[in-house]
Nanobody, 127 residues
Framework: QVQLVESGGGLVQAGASLRLSCSAS????????MAWFRQGLGKEREFVAG????????QYSDSVKGRFTISRDDGKNTLYLQMNSLKPEDTAVYYC????????????????????WGQGTQVTVSS
């Protein structure tokens, strides 16, 4: 069983930056494929960014490419999402997700392959 706990959300103005963190426990982080999803009010959950095991593959949604950076520190069992140039449309609850065991060469873009989810952290961007 993997436990995921997100942190770092908050209320910021457009153009600001935030860094989200996801701390994992219960399983060797090295074996997990990790991703960030988000869900805005009244919207479906959508893929934001993902990183495969051993950092071999990284994927971003078109809406965040060039503004967000996903990274992982296997020694600290932590996943990060650096969010720059935030826009009001980035407002959502952000979820950390783990695929166990993760693939080395592939990042799933849909929610169903992910086995574990965090409770989410709210990000609100005002205009």
């Amino acid at each position: 069983q993997v436990q995921l706990v997100e942190s770092g959300g908050g209320l910021v103005q457009a153009g600001a930056s935030l860094r989200l963190s996801c701390s994992a426990s219960g399983r060797s982080f090295y074996y997990l494929g990790m991703a960030w999803f988000r869900q805005g009010l009244g919207k479906e959950r959508e893929f934001v960014a993902g990183i495969a095991r051993r950092h071999e593959v990284i994927q971003y949604s078109d809406s965040v490419k060039g503004r967000f950076t996903i990274s992982r520190d296997d020694g600290k069992n932590t996943l990060y999402l650096q969010m720059n140039s935030l826009k009001p449309e980035d407002t959502a609850v952000y979820y950390c997700a783990a695929d166990d065991p993760g693939n080395i060469w592939y990042v799933p873009l849909s929610a169903s392959p992910y086995d574990y989810w965090g409770q989410g952290t709210q990000v609100t961007v005002s205009s």
